[in-house]
């Protein structure tokens, strides 16, 4: 009669194996609707979102935002040409805040379609690392039974070997 624990284990490997088989099918799924899938065509509005967003993320647009900035103020402490915005530079301020009220939605759009991409990758390497733990715990248990195995022809090397003794053991020795 079998032992209990041995059928929970040939259930339990059976189970990962075919919970494996279905990963691999749900993987290569995956795969072919991504490869057969065009990329995602973006709406006007994101692909000015993300332009928005690259050029006020750069250093360019913070060196000719400075050297505008510094020239603007310059020219209004000097009275080079004729005080427009004197010292408080009100209008400045006007303008800066005009400024950042239209790109914090820009780059807020940007940020959360990026979200998205990053969430679905997540999930997708998620799903890669449960196949991956699978079939390191399927090779735990494929090296578990070798050794097994390897212990048991061991131990009945050493039972033949000790019978083949002491059948050449001359009697009363």
């Known amino acids: 009669m079998s032992d209990p624990i041995d059928v ?4 339990l490997h059976e189970a990962e194996v075919r919970l494996l088989g279905e990963l691999r099918d749900l993987r290569r799924g995956q795969r072919a609707k991504a490869q057969d899938r065009p990329p995602p065509q973006l709406t006007l ?3 000015i979102a993300d332009q928005v967003a690259a050029t006020m993320g750069s250093w360019s647009f913070i060196i000719i935002q400075s050297t505008i900035l510094l020239i603007w103020i310059v020219l ?3 009275a080079y040409v004729q005080r ?3 010292y408080p ?3 400045l301020n006007l303008a800066l805040s005009f ?3 239209y790109a914090a939605p820009f780059i807020m759009m940007s940020q959360n379609r990026q979200q998205d991409i990053d969430r679905l990758q997540a999930e997708n390497d998620y799903q890669v690392n449960i196949k991956a733990e699978l079939e390191i715990e399927l090779l735990h248990q494929k090296i578990d039974e070798l050794r097994e195995k390897e ?7 050493v039972n033949d070997l000790t019978a083949l003794l002491k059948c050449q053991q001359p009697p009363g020795a």
């Open 151 to 157: 212990v048991m022809t061991l131990t009945q090397a």
């Open 89 to 91: 530079f009100i209008l």
């Open 45 to 47: 509005g994101q692909k």
């Open 84 to 86: 427009w915005d004197p």
């Open 76 to 78: 209004n402490v000097t």
């Open 99 to 101: 400024q950042a009220a």
């Open 8 to 11: 929970l284990k040939k259930d």
